[in-house]
């Protein structure tokens, strides 16, 4: 069902972009609905990169990721990224997300150092860092371009 918001409560980029996050907080996610669910990898995605790093973001997914494959979801967060012009971050995925998923989970299982672990870690969120904060505004675009599918707006 979708959130119900007066048309006043949405008058400006900063009013959408918070009631956008709002219902994206509130979502149990994975969703019958691809919009909301690409929508929602994509808000995961930046909220973890943003207050923890890719270490964040594979414990927040690590249980979805057990259930549909690591290969599945970098193919659903790519599409995700790229959806929202994203493709730089699109890239950073391609490129360290399945070995960081390998790592993570040997580390899980006590079968490497922490050091091989972050080391690449380190790697990933330096790629994202230098992108000096894109993804947000890219995501702002987006949600001025999707929060009525997300949100019934009245008057």
Known sequence: MKHVMK??????KEDIWNA???VMSEIDFPTDDEMINQTSIVYQYYSELESGGHESLLNWFSSYIEEVGIEHYLNELITALEKV??????HIEKEYGEEMWRLFTA???GDIEETDFYNLIEK?????EKLDG?????LESY?????TDLINVVD
């Not at 990933?124 to 994202?128: G, R």
């Open 20 to 22: 956008v996050m709002t």
């Open 124 to 128: 990933a969120n330096e790629a994202y």
């Open 143 to 147: 949600f001025m371009t999707v929060y």
């Open 107 to 109: 580390l899980e299982n």
């Open 85 to 90: 012009g994203a493709q730089e971050y699109a």
């Open 134 to 138: 894109k993804l947000e505004s890219k």
């Open 7 to 12: 048309r006043q409560q949405l008058q400006t």
